[in-house]
């Protein structure tokens, strides 16, 4: 019984979704929080109110996007269009670099395929915040930038003064 629900369900998710991959799972692809010993990794999709009611999200991080982050930002703000929007003087840029953030990007680029063909394909970087809000928001709309993850270092959120 179990069984025929679950593949029902299935089955009506594939024929919603176009090319067999449902929306919901495109969307949840960048919804992710892992750690290691020094660095706390968030997939950007997340929004600051799903950020505040994961119990996974450390406590002083909560801390920090309540008391700074929500001065200028919506809770209903992805980290994805916080990020891509950031100008270098705003004030939740300057919390961010406090907070020694990195984002992993992936930009458009241009590859030698086979046969000579050049491709169009996506390069992952991980780079430190300022350098991205340094980044006109022309260039990063032409280049097909998209912001994959946040990396958020321990050790200055733990240092960091809330």
Request: charged share 30%; hydrophobic share 35%.
């Amino acid at each position: 019984m179990p069984f025929k629900l679950l593949r029902d369900t299935w089955k009506s998710v594939r024929e919603k979704s176009e090319g067999g991959k449902s929306p919901a799972a495109v969307y949840e692809d960048f919804k992710y929080m892992l750690q290691d010993v020094s660095r706390i990794y968030i997939g950007a999709r997340y929004t600051y109110r799903e950020l505040m009611q994961n119990p996974e999200t450390a406590f002083k991080f909560k801390s920090v996007i309540e008391h700074y982050l929500l001065k200028e930002a919506d809770p209903d703000t992805s980290l994805e269009s916080d990020f891509y929007y950031m100008k270098p003087e705003s004030f939740s840029c300057r919390t961010y670099e406090q907070l020694k953030v990195k984002l992993k990007i992936s930009i458009l680029t241009d590859r030698q395929g086979r046969g000579g063909k050049t491709e169009r394909v996506y390069r992952e970087r991980t780079v430190p915040l300022a350098e991205f809000a340094a980044i006109p928001l022309a260039e990063k709309k032409r280049d097909g930038i998209v912001v994959q993850e946040l990396i958020l270092s321990k050790l200055a959120l733990v240092s960091f003064v809330v």
